[in-house]
């Protein structure tokens, strides 16, 4: 019974193409993210949207744009995919949004040739 | 300067030996503290979740936040193999979560 679901969990994709990840929650959160972890496992936030509205935007290239069809879904599509996107991406959510702690899928692996 | 820091390890400890790992941090906003735990190829897992300074207990894990030095530590009692995996720090102001680099742990048996 997973809690925070993210598909695809490998995407393998050339240079240019536009791919999308989806990802679901069903612990009844307000608030979902989005994180990068790069090849040094550094994990970095992009986006969180609390009640399909965005409330942190990091600094990421417009090619990343979520989509947050209801407060259980989160999407991300990218655009014009580059080699330095390949990463692991991962889907999160909390309660509150404020203080409480996330919760975290099981990542997609983006891997650009 | 990332806001927290935390080395990278790995931390080679044997079995049954006390695992001790720490992080600090510069964001004085921080007022929640999380460590996670990720296999290799798995998202990250909580372990624990603190919001004040001192010591909280929970089975062999012991989280420790000291917000007058920024420093935050996690002891892992007895360890196992089972423990070996990349443990992260984390801090949360106002549903922003800023991570470590995370830690390799190897226990050895």
């Known amino acids: 019974d997973t809690a925070v679901s993210q598909t695809p969990k490998y995407l393998v994709t050339q240079m240019g193409n536009d791919k999308s990840i989806k990802c679901e929650q069903n612990?009844?959160?307000?608030?979902m993210y989005w994180y990068k972890q790069d090849s040094k496992k550094f994990l970095k936030i992009m986006f969180s949207y609390n009640n399909k509205e965005l409330i942190i935007n990091e600094t990421v290239p417009n090619r990343f744009s979520p989509k947050s069809p209801d407060k259980a879904h989160l999407n991300l599509h990218i655009n014009s995919l580059e080699l330095g996107d390949s990463a692991v991406y991962f889907c999160a959510s909390s309660q509150a949004g404020t203080n409480d702690e996330a919760f975290f899928g099981q990542g997609t692996r983006l891997t650009v040739v | 300067q990332k806001e927290v820091e935390q080395d990278p390890g790995p931390l080679s400890v044997p079995e049954g030996a006390i695992v001790s790992l720490n992080c600090t941090y510069s964001n004085s906003a921080f007022q929640y503290f999380m460590w996670y735990r990720q296999y290799s190829r798995k998202g990250p897992e909580l372990l624990m979740y603190t919001y004040s300074s001192g010591n909280k207990e929970d089975g062999r894990f012991t989280a420790q936040v000291d917000k007058s030095s920024k420093y935050i530590s996690l002891f892992i009692r007895d360890s196992q193999p089972s423990d070996s995996a990349t443990y992260l720090c984390?801090?949360?102001?106002?549903?922003?979560?800023?991570f470590g680099a995370g830690t390799q742990v190897v226990v050895t048996p």
């Open positions: 984390a801090g949360n102001s106002w549903g922003k979560f800023q």
């Open positions: 612990l009844g959160h307000d608030t």
